[in-house]
């Protein structure tokens, strides 16, 4: 009878006489009760049915194009092509966009995983899409390097599907998938477009003090040879599962309460999209013990990639700095997985300075969200349609981009924005130049910190070994398949599931309570003085956990700080405590200096050569310079160059119209490069290249204006050289503001 209160005209339960708050109370406990535990039921079924069948969690249709079962070294990945919902356009011309999932614990599917996502906006944006996900076991034997080669294979096939696209693929890795596409991309660059890294560490050690907790705990542990006995007890494999619990560990108050609480307290409204992340939480896949042995040991607690150890099965070095496609870098603020300084600490592990990175022509674009967690990277809907809309809006821009290193700045798009026929979104994108001190400015490790790590990684090879030779044998021994599967079943976070569904005899009724609650479901009032009560006392429990957390991180960052800061164990593990030099990554290769050489000695002989095309773009260049930005509208306004000419409406370069997006960005970065190692020599010989016809010069004048008034008015020091350049073109310096340098007459 207490399931079935009276309900008002709004459909809020009220109950007259004294004591009726708190009756209206308890009622609609008791409802959301038997509506918590039946989703919890749901939730378990929904856990045992995907024991059994190959799931994702991808909102859009797909179809198999290549599985990686069937290649010569067998892998458990997949790629699939997203079949667009029937209102969007797909343009055949652009470049298509390939979305991997990490496999870091949970299945796959989080890329796409409802319509405003890193695939729903790319879609949007007339992009083709493709999907690489993975089975829940991974095939025997088959190692992380396997399933490198196997991308490079979908890669391959994605290219040659798209044969009119222009240009390669962008890729996007999504947190572990990320550090594995920046493996592939510097052994196969020639497969890569633009690269987006999301989450996604590379700088292991990385972090400040007081923060960034999980990056001690290889270190507490004794290193990575737990990580082999919990392999060795998976009989081969390793569950993860226990990666999951990691993430959760990381937060308590969420995972012990918060997560629950909210389905409890909003469950008419929250159960749905409850199931529906847990579907995805819960799926929980598993690694070969040579896959994660070596994420471990040469990623996390080597930190081996940057510093260029980590080699291939034939010997050679993976080295990153042979990427060279442009690289863009999401993190957040708010991730305490992969905060920013495990993002982008690869940078100053790599390189000295920006010039650096422009003599080996990468181009690294860097963005850091506010607040955003590590999962909300990935699946918030704000996030997809602002960072990733951007992206997959400008993602030519991002191609063409000169070397260096820039941060991505969004504005919001308001009615009063300049140039509003050049943009397609409502935020307005920006690529300002950085240099590597704003990379330090974020924080980071000193070389008493990096001695610490070094020494833990010292201790986690002599544990592993010692466990090998001494545990092993005989765990596995003990270890047969039945026991394995024993002790997967009795992991902590199955448990829950296992136990909570249709199989336990104890739930029968849940479901038909919760039907009958159903029908006659009238929530309490929220002015109710209880449900305060209930609030309050969910956010003393969260302060609570919270501070237990702090105080367990805090306890475990000290306890890390002073073990393996001790100078007498580094002495005794063979490291220098007096060593002040950070890690990085040793000297340029000398034949790398050598091809760089010839390269500039190339570009050199090239400033006197050309003609309109290279002094537009040089002139450009150059007068653009001091604004230290590229805005997506002048790129844009360039792209409509070739809309003109098409049109027949005249272009007074139609050389660079009819220009493919690779040779364009081949001509972008000549005429960069010319002017960083000689500007000088680079800005004289621009009226050699001009036509003497002077109509075509002031043409190309008012042309190069006009990009450049596209993001901005022009002043300043861009003012200055542009009636620098204004002499160039046969144009009066002091006319050079104006609309027109030409009567409309002799303007095509």
């Known amino acids: 009878m207490l399931l079935v209160p009276q309900k008002s005209d709004s459909g809020i ?56 079962r069937e290649l010569d070294r067998p892998v458990n990945y997949g790629l699939v092509r997203i079949i667009p919902p029937k209102t969007v356009v797909i343009d055949p011309n652009l470049r298509p966009f390939v979305v991997i999932d990490p496999r870091a614990g949970h299945g796959p599917g989080i890329g796409g995983f409802k319509a405003d996502s890193e695939i729903g906006v790319a879609l949007k944006a007339g992009h083709s899409c493709y999907f690489v996900g993975f089975l829940p076991d991974p095939v025997p034997g088959q190692t992380i390097e396997d399933v490198a080669r196997a991308e490079a294979i979908f890669l391959e096939r994605v290219i040659a599907l798209h044969p009119d696209a222009n240009g390669k693929p962008c890729v996007i890795g999504n947190c572990q998938a990320g550090w594995a596409v920046m493996i592939l991309a510097a052994m196969r660059p020639d497969l890569f477009g633009p690269i987006i890294i999301a989450g996604s560490p590379l700088s292991y050690w990385a972090g400040v003090h007081g923060k960034n907790p999980m990056r001690y705990s290889g270190g507490l542990l004794g290193g990575s040879w737990l990580t082999a006995l919990t392999s060795d007890l998976g009989n081969g494999k390793f569950d993860g599962a226990w990666l ?35 579907r995805w939480w819960g799926g929980h896949v598993k690694l070969n013990a040579e896959e994660i042995q070596f994420i471990v040991d040469e990623l996390f607690v080597g930190n081996n990639l940057a510093a260029g150890r980590v080699t291939s099965s034939d010997g050679s070095a993976i080295d990153l700095r042979n990427v060279r496609s442009p690289t863009v ?29 422009r003599a080996y022509g990468q181009t690294i674009v860097y963005t850091m969200h506010e607040t955003a967690g590590h999962l909300g990277i990935f699946v918030s809907a704000d996030v997809a349609r602002k960072q990733y809309g951007e992206f997959s809006n400008n993602i030519d821009l991002i191609d063409v981009l000169p070397p260096g290193l820039y941060e991505a700045v969004f504005e919001p798009r308001t009615d009063g924005a300049r140039s509003q026929d050049l943009l397609s979104g409502d935020w307005i994108m920006r690529c300002e130049e950085r240099t590597l001190d704003d990379i330090r400015a974020l924080g980071g490790n000193d070389a008493e910190d990096e001695r610490r790590f070094a020494a833990a990684a ?31 079943k009795l992991h902590p976070l199955r448990l829950p599931y296992e136990t909570v569904s249709d199989d336990n005899p104890l739930m029968a009724p849940v479901h038909a309570m919760a039907e009958e609650v159903r029908k006659n479901r009238a929530p309490v009032a929220p002015d109710n003085p209880f449900i305060a009560l ?51 990554l040793s000297g340029t290769n000398p034949l790398y200096n050598e091809l760089a050489n010839a390269r500039i000695a190339d570009i050199r002989a090239k400033i006197g050569k050309g003609g309109v095309r290279e002094a537009a773009v040089r002139a450009l260049i150059y007068i653009a310079m001091p604004r230290a930005a590229i805005d997506e509208r002048a790129f844009q306004a360039i792209r409509r ?40 020599a680079a800005v004289a010989a621009i009226p050699g290249l001009l036509s003497e016809n002077l ?43 104006e609309p027109k340098v030409l009567p409309p007459s002799t303007v095509a």
């Open 641 to 680: 160059l070739r809309t003109r000419h098409l049109d027949g409406k005249g272009s007074p370069l139609p050389e660079v119209t009819t220009l493919s997006l690779a040779e364009f960005k081949t001509l972008v970065r000549e005429q960069f490069f010319m002017l960083v190692f000689d500007q000088k």
């Open 13 to 68: 339960a009220r109950t007259s006489g004294w004591g009726g708050p708190a009756v209206e109370y308890v009622i609609d406990a008791a409802q959301r009760s038997v509506l918590y535990w039946d989703t919890m039921r749901q939730r378990g079924n929904s856990f045992r049915e995907k024991a059994d069948t190959v799931t994702h969690v991808l909102e859009f249709a797909s179809e198999l194009v290549l599985d990686g």
């Open 458 to 488: 010292k201790v986690s090879e002599i544990n592993l070994a010692l466990y090998r030779t001494f545990l092993q044998p005989y765990v596995r021994a003990m270890v047969s398949p039945p026991v394995s599967e024993l002790i997967d």
């Open 695 to 737: 109509d075509i010069r002031r043409k190309v004048f008012e042309l190069v204006r006009e990009l450049l008034e596209a993001p901005t008015e022009i002043t300043g020091e861009v003012a200055n050289r542009l009636k620098e350049a204004a002499v160039w073109f046969g144009v009066d310096p002091e006319r050079a503001m």
């Open 534 to 584: 209930q609030e309050s006392a969910s956010r003393q429990i969260v302060t609570a956990l919270d501070a237990w957390r702090d105080m367990r991180d805090a306890m475990s960052e000290s306890l890390f700080l002073t073990v393996y800061g001790s100078p007498l164990l580094q002495a005794a593990l063979g490291l220098d405590p007096a060593d002040t030099r950070r890690q990085r």
């Open 244 to 278: 999951v619990q990691n993430f959760e560990n990381l937060n308590p108050a969420n995972a012990l309460w918060s997560k629950q609480y909210k389905l409890y307290s909003k469950v008419d409204s929250e159960a749905s999209r409850y199931l529906e992340f847990e």
């Open 329 to 357: 870098v999401f993190c957040s603020w708010g991730d305490n997985i992969t905060p920013p300084q495990q993002a982008l600490g690869w940078i100053l592990d790599l390189y000295r300075d920006v010039d650096e990175i």
